[in-house]
């Protein structure tokens, strides 16, 4: 790994609060490792200049890198640039360049652009500019005293991608690549993390790679950790062992989610969907459609709350609502065969149950839910009965719908689900 | 506010590598905020014993209160004890009164004692200790030049049950109690943060009350904060100013969501709703209904994406779909109205656009939406061309019928729309 240190200094009055925790620390830091750098020490101050200006003088006479990341905004409180100009004995000046990027962006997104938005450009006068494509704020870099100063905006998407486009290259250009740390994620749904765990400690992975886990509820996720030359093809092996392990659990690689990769699969198959939904009230539906091109091949989607609605679009019959109820495998069944029929779709699927936190009985506690999948010729309907709260019983039945479609399509059978 | 500086220094390479964000600082700085101190600065550095004990020496220089997480387990890479021995000046010494806690500890668990655990008995020969009843970690503090350090594990929840339990009572005790910090939150949509900033210039807020801003895409949160025994009625008088300042563009107010304030009202006046949505493709159904209790104002949602469910559930005229297209005017009326027939409710809104990131056209570019609401007697229909990528989009357009919603049922009225 090169020698040379690397620190960080957030900067915000919500960090030091609590308000808002510090996520771009930890994101640095990954991006950092997976280029085979390493982040030395970071600290953070609140929106003051003096402590701004403080942070900045130490910071630079102890690293040979620090990135900066907060206070590069248009409003008062905002005043990294002012900061930075005093502690590096600079003046502040307009930055033409920084200037015209914050023109175009508005130009861009067809936005009018705010005077208050002209005080982004006002830099320390020996500050070049960093591109900006998501944001108004442009970032800039000093070299003093022989060392690199970035300043980055805080928005979390704006310097995570300035990192990677602008901070990322030019270290490698100023102090030699470094071997890459790679990272291979393997999204696991139906075990908890300790199950996981367990079921993964009986098959050795292969010495060098390391193994962290996650958890992005209702999904547990595995990230495989290897450095060096042979890192790639270590996780290849590494991947083996872990699809070996947890087998059908694994239901997403990389960054995808599952609703990506159910999208792409029914695009790809050329398949037509339609959603019947009703404790999930749309999420399902909001989940599929938050892809590019959902159009392609989701037609249409039912949330019908009300029995009327259930009767009227779906054709579900008055008496079966009585004798079974709403929530049953009868009531999902109709649900999703009905709208198949609606809609002419290849496929209709259908979620009924009770999210709580009301609703529910000794019979049918809160998080029963019913999911039914109709097909040509095949059909199927399974009961659940799904723990936590509102909000986790309904995202767990709606990952647990995008399971049934990413089954479906991989076999074209029901059978296994 | 009682006048001392309290920094936090956290230790962990996991923290430094992104592995794990760093919860402790927010929490810390939440906790010292409810006991009207604050936190001035924080620090992180890994498991390396010089930059621990220099990030030690460094902040007894410029802070009278440090507090301290992590490093005090019993593994090899736990150097907290011995770095702070190190930067003070102080031999390592068995602290009996540690050892006889770590043993009630496993004689309590019920759990055999590791010899290694006896290394966690072995502080800095001044120390005092601080019980730890919930791990097997003892915590410590030390007095130096004038100086308070406390040292916590890292544990979050042992770290936390020790700050409440003896570090704040300490820190009352030796430097008397704060007066309470007092905060209120204003969500606001429609403006951007500079517009926003710049409205409330020109209105003077109360003295003693600072204003922060924050962002939760597409709403602005206004902060306002006040100190001491009259906080409450400095931030009742800010309120007024703020919303004198912001009019009708405050949506919310406290922990509330517009998704929650609209639910609330439907609620509270009684009435039914039914939703016809296009581009956002359930997104504002699922914001509703993750509000417990949503059955019983929401009656149905129709994503209605192909022409032939518009035609079929919200009878949109087919030659209307021809002449004048899904994404306009007269498609997002006929949506409304329809939907309202269908469902029998007291209120039928639509949504019908172009999230992109293909689909747009130079009359109808991305991010063209048309919403519409349909009430007894009264209807209303509205185009906008929103900015940003397709989530930005689907966000703001659910946002806008929230606020539409919002708007009616404050008034009754759908002119002020």
Redo the contacts between chains.
């Keep these: 790994m090169t020698q040379f240190d690397i620190a960080v200094l957030t900067i915000g ?11 771009n ?7 950092l ?1 997976a280029h085979g750098y ?9 929106d003051v200049e003096d ?1 701004i200006q403080g ?1 900045l003088q ?1 910071l630079v006479s102890r690293r040979q890198v620090i990135i900066v990341t907060g206070g590069l ?5 905002d005043l990294t640039a002012r900061a930075a100009a005093l502690a590096f004995g600079q003046r502040l000046a307009v930055n033409d360049e920084a200037l015209r990027q914050i023109r175009d962006f508005f130009r861009q ?3 009018a652009m ?1 005077p ?2 002209e005080k982004q450009a006002l830099l320390p006068q020996r500050a070049r500019v960093l591109a900006n494509r998501r944001g108004t704020a442009p970032g800039f870099w000093l070299q003093v005293e022989g060392r690199e100063v970035f300043f980055l905006p805080g ?1 979390p998407a704006e310097m995570t991608a300035m990192l990677s486009e602008s901070v990322l290259p030019l270290l490698e250009k100023h102090h030699g690549g470094a071997p890459p740390r790679r990272e291979r994620i393997l999204t696991v749904f139906g075990l908890s993390e300790p199950k996981a765990e367990e079921l993964l400690l009986t098959y050795p992975l292969p010495a060098g790679v390391t193994v ?1 886990w996650g958890v992005d509820f209702p999904m547990v996720l595995v990230k495989l950790r290897a450095d060096g030359e042979e890192a790639d093809s270590l996780l290849d092996r590494a991947e083996v062992v872990v699809r070996r392990a947890l087998g059908e659990h694994i239901v997403a690689l990389g960054d995808q989610t599952l609703a990506q990769v159910v999208a792409g699969l029914l695009t790809d198959h050329g398949l037509t969907l339609a ?1 019947a ?1 009703s404790c ?7 989940m ?3 892809q ?4 392609i091949f ?9 029995n ?2 259930k009767e ?2 779906l054709g579900v019959p008055a008496d079966l609502l009585v004798s079974e109820g709403a929530v049953s495998e009868g009531c999902a069944l109709a649900m999703a065969k009905g709208m198949r029929q ?3 779709t290849d496929l209709a699927l259908s979620i009924t149950g009770i999210a ?4 529910g009985s000794p019979a049918k506690p809160v998080g029963t839910v019913y999911l039914a999948l109709s097909a040509a010729g095949q059909e199927r309907v399974k009961g659940y009965r799904f723990t936590g709260d ?2 986790q019983v ?1 995202r767990t039945a709606a990952c647990m719908a995008l399971e049934w479609l990413r089954r479906y399509l991989m076999t074209r059978n029901l059978e296994g689900i």
């Design positions: 009055d919500e960090l030091l609060s609590g308000e808002l925790p510090d996520t620390t930890a994101t640095i830091g990954r991006l490792g390493a982040l030395r020490e970071a600290l953070t101050v609140g402590d942070a130490q905004g248009p409003t008062a409180d997104s067809g936005q705010h208050r938005n928005v962290a959603l939904e999930t009230g749309g999420l399902l539906s909001a599929l459609t938050d590019p091109g959902a159009s989701l037609e249409r989607t039912a949330v019908t709350y009300a009327s609605a009227q679009w609606a809609a002419g709580g936190p009301s609703g509102r909000q309904r």
